[in-house]
């Protein structure tokens, strides 16, 4: 799986650089919103060209803007669906402790679609 050197960034620690796999990555960046529905590939890739932004008042990521393929995305969900309950709940912030992936939200034309869409649905969670 691809590394990724990226920097987090927060309002009241000083800004850590880290590197690690792709999934690691993902959930430092806290790029899975809190209901733990996965993006689809065209929307993470979306994201990761944007290249993050230090947060402001909260918590932030930078790195050097990228795309991944279906395979990585695959591995990526394979890597983020093996991981621990309590690692995604305090690490990603992961509400219910798992990714899900819903196919319904893959036609959503952009991240902010796709953000109301899921924040709809999984509002509960």
Same mark, same amino acid.
């Given at each position: 799986?691809?590394?990724?050197?990226?920097?987090?960034?927060?309002?009241?620690?000083?800004?850590? !650089?880290?590197?690690?796999? *792709?999934?690691?990555?993902?959930?430092?960046?806290?790029?899975?919103?809190?209901?733990?529905?996965?993006?689809?590939?065209?929307?993470?890739?979306?994201?990761?060209?944007?290249?993050?932004?230090?947060?402001?008042?909260?918590?932030?990521? @930078?790195?050097?803007?990228?795309?991944?393929?279906?395979? !990585?995305?695959?591995?990526?969900?394979?890597? *983020?669906?093996?991981?621990?309950? !309590?690692?995604?709940? !305090?690490?990603?912030?992961?509400?219910?402790?798992?990714? @899900?992936?819903?196919?319904?939200?893959?036609?959503?034309?952009?991240?902010?679609?796709? *953000?109301?869409?899921?924040?709809?649905?999984?509002?509960?969670?």
């Amino acid at each position: 799986m691809r590394v990724i050197r990226y920097t987090v960034t927060d309002f009241h620690a000083p800004d850590e !650089e880290k590197e690690g796999i *792709l999934a690691d990555f993902v959930l430092d960046a806290l790029i899975i919103p809190h209901a733990g529905v996965m993006l689809p590939l065209h929307l993470l890739n979306d994201v990761l060209r944007q290249g993050g932004g230090d947060g402001g008042m909260g918590p932030g990521c @930078i790195w050097d803007p990228f795309e991944i393929d279906e395979t !990585e995305y695959q591995a990526l969900i394979q890597d *983020l669906e093996k991981r621990d309950s !309590e690692e995604l709940r !305090e690490r990603a912030q992961l509400r219910e402790g798992r990714v @899900i992936i819903d196919t319904e939200f893959n036609d959503c034309r952009d991240h902010i679609e796709w *953000l109301t869409a899921v924040s709809g649905k999984y509002r509960h969670m």
